[in-house]
């Protein structure tokens, strides 16, 4: 989110999360001020590589309800940042890029840092690319960390997001897939989300 008036348009459809962009290079980037939304809302700040005092002055600025990493932060790195946020209940969402496979191992020296993994679709941008990668990867997941599922999703997804979280749910692995990421696909431009389109998202589809 970057607009002011749609930001209070989208925060009206009471998302659980909404991201502001903290990365220069981004389209999306935050350069004004963000009005007050629903203190149920969680606004998320996504960093790419940024530097820690950087975030949590974010943190503290934006009252950020969860941190997003969007870029090669370490596990170390997580764990600074953890030790050093004042609230404890801010979120850490660490985001992986993923094409045709992945190798999950990497993820085992974050989960005991970050509360959900990210996965995103590997592309030339740090997020917003709009395509989807093969979520058949996903069905070998071995952790318990339970992840957001993004990239290039639209409304044609929907049907496609239903039958992953049927798999999950048949395999009893229901808890793992957490949340679902939307952006440039319910976009006019960047960072200008479609109101219509996003609630006709809600509307259509809501992850138990």
Same mark, same amino acid.
């Given at each position: 989110?970057?607009?002011?008036?749609?930001?209070?348009?989208?925060?009206?459809?009471?998302?659980?999360?909404?991201?502001?962009?903290?990365?220069?290079?981004?389209?999306?980037?935050?350069?004004?001020?963000?009005?007050?939304?629903?203190?149920?809302?969680?606004?998320?700040? =996504? /960093?790419?590589?940024?530097?820690?005092? $950087?975030?949590?002055?974010?943190?503290?600025?934006?009252?950020?309800?969860?941190?997003?990493?969007?870029?090669?932060?370490?596990?170390? /790195?997580?764990?600074?940042?953890?030790?050093?946020?004042? #609230?404890?209940?801010?979120?850490?969402?660490?985001?992986?890029? =993923?094409?045709?496979?992945? #190798? /999950?191992?990497?993820?085992?020296?974050?989960?005991?840092?970050?509360?959900?993994?990210?996965? #995103?679709?590997?592309?030339?941008?740090?997020?917003?690319?709009?395509?989807?990668?093969?979520?058949?990867?996903?069905?070998?997941?071995?952790?318990?960390?339970? /992840?957001?599922?993004?990239?290039?999703?639209?409304?044609?997804?929907?049907?496609?997001?239903?039958?992953?979280?049927?798999?999950?749910?048949?395999?009893?692995?229901?808890?793992?897939?957490?949340? =679902?990421?939307?952006?440039?696909? $319910?976009?006019?431009?960047?960072?200008?989300?479609?109101?219509?389109?996003?609630?006709?998202?809600?509307?259509?589809?809501?992850?138990?």
């Amino acid at each position: 989110m970057k607009q002011p008036e749609n930001v209070r348009e989208i925060a009206m459809l009471q998302p659980d999360y909404m991201g502001l962009i903290f990365y220069e290079k981004s389209p999306r980037f935050v350069a004004s001020e963000v009005p007050e939304i629903s203190s149920t809302i969680k606004k998320t700040g =996504v /960093f790419v590589d940024a530097a820690l005092d $950087f975030i949590l002055k974010k943190v503290q600025e934006y009252k950020l309800k969860a941190i997003q990493l969007h870029g090669q932060e370490t596990a170390e /790195f997580c764990r600074k940042l953890r030790d050093n946020l004042k #609230d404890d209940n801010v979120e850490i969402i660490k985001v992986f890029s =993923v094409k045709e496979e992945f #190798d /999950f191992s990497k993820l085992k020296e974050y989960e005991e840092v970050v509360n959900f993994f990210l996965f #995103d679709t590997k592309g030339k941008n740090k997020g917003g690319n709009g395509v989807t990668f093969d979520w058949e990867v996903l069905k070998n997941y071995p952790s318990s960390t339970p /992840f957001f599922l993004s990239g290039g999703i639209g409304l044609e997804e929907i049907e496609e997001i239903n039958e992953l979280m049927t798999w999950f749910q048949k395999n009893g692995k229901e808890n793992l897939l957490y949340a =679902v990421d939307v952006n440039s696909r $319910f976009e006019d431009e960047p960072g200008l989300k479609n109101v219509e389109k996003m609630q006709l998202f809600k509307d259509r589809f809501s992850i138990k």
